[in-house]
T-cell receptor, first 112, second 113 residues
């Protein structure tokens, strides 16, 4: 596609519920990142994929967070047993190589 | 102290003003510096990408990096209402694929007509 596509745009989850957030990167982009952006803050790194390999997951805040990119294109970020502090915008970004990345519009997760 | 500090504003200016946005950082390993613009309920959009110290100009936008002072700036000339957005600085130690960006908090800019 022309840009990075994320779905759903908005998600409301009850505390304790599992959620799955999808990212469809620009076709051919090797690198894929997930970032978390809390209200009034800049994005913070969660995890990085090069093709299907998850090379860096040092930013995942707990073992409730899990990401995958099984075929090296679409990626899913899963959060288990959601808590209120997980409320944020989850941004996906992709690039062909290094340099600046193209971000999606994000998924706004609200945990109630 | 965070690695990247950015005054969140808000900053309000009249149309046509020159806007100066700034970030300071503490990690001397940072070599690559970016400015992103983020409209409400949208993802960040890359505006400027610079390596090491110096200036880079693109239309109404000029990015400056002073590594000796660990200080970067974005200047917007002849500001327009469409420039109203949050501006995020970001930086990294390398430009290689897979390098995570460290972002500032963002400065909210409002340009009134």
């Amino acid at each position: 596609g022309a840009g990075v596509s994320q779905s759903p745009r908005y998600k409301v989850a009850k505390r304790g519920q599992d959620v799955a957030l999808r990212c469809d990167p620009i076709s051919g982009h090797v690198s894929l990142f997930w970032y978390q952006q809390a209200l009034g803050q800049g994005p913070e790194f969660l995890t990085y994929f090069q093709n299907e390999a998850q090379l860096d997951k040092s930013g995942l805040p707990s073992d409730r967070f899990f990401a995958e990119r099984p075929e090296g294109s679409v990626s899913t970020l899963k959060i288990q047993r959601t808590q209120q502090e997980d409320s944020a915008v989850y941004l996906c970004a992709s690039s062909f190589s290094g340099g600046g990345y193209t971000f999606g519009s994000g998924t706004r997760l609200t945990v109630v | 102290q965070k690695e990247v500090e950015q005054d969140p504003g808000p900053l309000s200016v009249p149309e046509g003003a020159i806007v100066s946005l700034n970030c300071t950082y503490s990690n001397s390993a940072f070599q690559y510096f970016m400015w992103y613009r983020q409209y409400s309920r949208k993802g960040p959009e890359l505006l400027m990408y610079t390596y090491s110290s110096g200036n880079k100009e693109d239309g109404r936008f000029t990015a400056q990096v002073d590594k000796s002072s660990k200080y970067i700036s974005l200047f917007i000339r002849d500001s327009q209402p469409s420039d109203s957005a949050t501006y995020l600085c970001a930086m990294s130690a390398t430009g290689q694929a897979g390098t995570a960006l460290i972002f500032g908090k963002g400065t909210t800019l409002s340009v009134s007509s």
